[in-house]
């Protein structure tokens, strides 16, 4: 496979449009066969479902070249499963799971010459996502929807070297008691926007959430969750109903718990534990896990023991070890690499 003309390791986490995209449609109560197609605008109704109330869902992951030069997809039925949940919360069309993974196996395959080389750091993102695409007026679903794949190239996640972050327990709330945290909508998205352009502002990287209805406890960011690493090296991370159940994260508590041999827990966090911890991490897609070095709250500067220079011990062991498994050096459990 001929790869594109591309500087891998300097591509940044933007769009980058390949060649095709796979799309199908649901109407009448089925959805098609569904098509690779080179054509990457969509023409809708000025009325649409998604354009009027945000019906719209979507997954996130990437493929990428292992060491021994396969091109794998990390655990994508558990993105399957994710977006037939999150569909479903939006009465919207399931999309049937095994059909997921195929269309995004088609996908890849047909844009394999943007799958980024190995050593790059690179990877090629995966954006599944669905749609109501049919006029709706009075709120109510769309009968029409539309899914699509689309992918794009991107670059490593820590360029120049991991940084530890700089986040802020937030003002604002992320989901609500029995709304929709749970799952991977576009409008958990809108309404973050203002909280994430006013902490770049402030010179903060990230906000931390905190539960809703208490203010209580800890939740996660507006698109990872977290880890934390207690001083006898425990790894523990936050147990809500309104938090996104991220495929990263539930990948890290396995590798702890059966190739490190720690303890991992899943349990609620009060914000007044956090300076207990020894370690903090961000996990998800993008990074795997960025390692956070502060944490301000109610005009206290929470610096964990592993500092701002450098990812902590235990983060860094959990990081290197899935990161062994997404690129074949270390025996990866059953079914986690899906071969294109
Ligand atoms: C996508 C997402 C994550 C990370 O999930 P992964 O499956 O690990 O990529 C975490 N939190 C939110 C709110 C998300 O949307």
Redesign the pocket.
Same mark, same amino acid.
């Given at each position: 496979m001929e790869k594109k003309n591309i500087d891998w390791g300097n591509l940044g986490f933007g769009y980058q449009q390949t060649d095709y995209r796979f799309v199908s449609n649901y109407k009448n109560g089925a959805w098609d066969e569904g098509t690779l197609t080179t054509d990457a605008n969509i023409v809708i109704n000025e009325c649409a479902g998604v354009l009027q109330y945000a019906q719209t869902v979507f997954e996130?992951?990437k493929a990428y070249t292992t060491e021994d030069g396969r091109t794998v997809v990390f655990r994508p039925d558990l993105?399957a499963e /994710?977006f037939e949940n999150s569909a479903r919360r939006l009465e919207m069309p399931v999309y049937d799971k095994d059909r997921f993974v195929e269309a995004v196996k088609k996908t890849v395959k047909a844009n394999e010459a943007y799958v980024p080389p190995f050593g790059t750091g690179a990877t090629l993102y995966i954006r599944p996502y669905m749609f109501g695409s049919s006029p709706v007026i009075g709120v109510k679903p769309a009968e029409e929807y539309q899914f699509r794949i689309l992918t794009t190239p991107v670059g490593p996640y820590f360029k120049g070297g991991i940084k530890p972050l700089t986040i802020r327990v937030s003002d604002f709330d992320r989901a609500a008691p029995h709304g929709t945290g749970h799952i991977?909508a576009g409008l958990?998205y809108a309404m973050s926007l203002h909280a994430i352009v006013t902490a770049h502002e402030e010179g903060y990287d990230e906000n931390m959430y905190l539960d809703a209805a208490s203010r209580t406890y800890v939740e996660? %960011? $507006? $698109? #990872?969750?977290f880890l934390f690493v207690t001083k006898d090296g425990t790894v523990v991370t936050p147990k809500s109903n309104s @938090?996104?159940p991220? @495929?990263? /994260?539930r990948s890290l508590m396995y590798v702890a718990e059966h190739y490190l041999g720690l303890k991992a827990e899943e349990r609620e966090i009060p914000i007044e534990e956090v300076r207990e911890f020894a370690e903090c991490g961000l996990?998800? %897609? #993008?990074a795997v896990i960025s390692p956070v070095g502060r944490v301000d709250y109610k005009g206290e500067q929470i610096v964990f023991p592993s500092g701002m220079s450098e990812m902590g011990p235990i983060t860094r062991k959990l990081y290197e070890t899935l990161t062994g498994i997404q690129m074949g050096r270390i025996e990866a459990p059953e079914g986690w690499l899906v071969e294109i």
């Amino acid at each position: 496979m001929e790869k594109k003309n591309i500087d891998w390791g300097n591509l940044g986490f933007g769009y980058q449009q390949t060649d095709y995209r796979f799309v199908s449609n649901y109407k009448n109560g089925a959805w098609d066969e569904g098509t690779l197609t080179t054509d990457a605008n969509i023409v809708i109704n000025e009325c649409a479902g998604v354009l009027q109330y945000a019906q719209t869902v979507f997954e996130g992951m990437k493929a990428y070249t292992t060491e021994d030069g396969r091109t794998v997809v990390f655990r994508p039925d558990l993105n399957a499963e /994710r977006f037939e949940n999150s569909a479903r919360r939006l009465e919207m069309p399931v999309y049937d799971k095994d059909r997921f993974v195929e269309a995004v196996k088609k996908t890849v395959k047909a844009n394999e010459a943007y799958v980024p080389p190995f050593g790059t750091g690179a990877t090629l993102y995966i954006r599944p996502y669905m749609f109501g695409s049919s006029p709706v007026i009075g709120v109510k679903p769309a009968e029409e929807y539309q899914f699509r794949i689309l992918t794009t190239p991107v670059g490593p996640y820590f360029k120049g070297g991991i940084k530890p972050l700089t986040i802020r327990v937030s003002d604002f709330d992320r989901a609500a008691p029995h709304g929709t945290g749970h799952i991977k909508a576009g409008l958990n998205y809108a309404m973050s926007l203002h909280a994430i352009v006013t902490a770049h502002e402030e010179g903060y990287d990230e906000n931390m959430y905190l539960d809703a209805a208490s203010r209580t406890y800890v939740e996660e %960011t $507006g $698109g #990872a969750n977290f880890l934390f690493v207690t001083k006898d090296g425990t790894v523990v991370t936050p147990k809500s109903n309104s @938090i996104l159940p991220s @495929i990263t /994260r539930r990948s890290l508590m396995y590798v702890a718990e059966h190739y490190l041999g720690l303890k991992a827990e899943e349990r609620e966090i009060p914000i007044e534990e956090v300076r207990e911890f020894a370690e903090c991490g961000l996990c998800g %897609t #993008a990074a795997v896990i960025s390692p956070v070095g502060r944490v301000d709250y109610k005009g206290e500067q929470i610096v964990f023991p592993s500092g701002m220079s450098e990812m902590g011990p235990i983060t860094r062991k959990l990081y290197e070890t899935l990161t062994g498994i997404q690129m074949g050096r270390i025996e990866a459990p059953e079914g986690w690499l899906v071969e294109i």
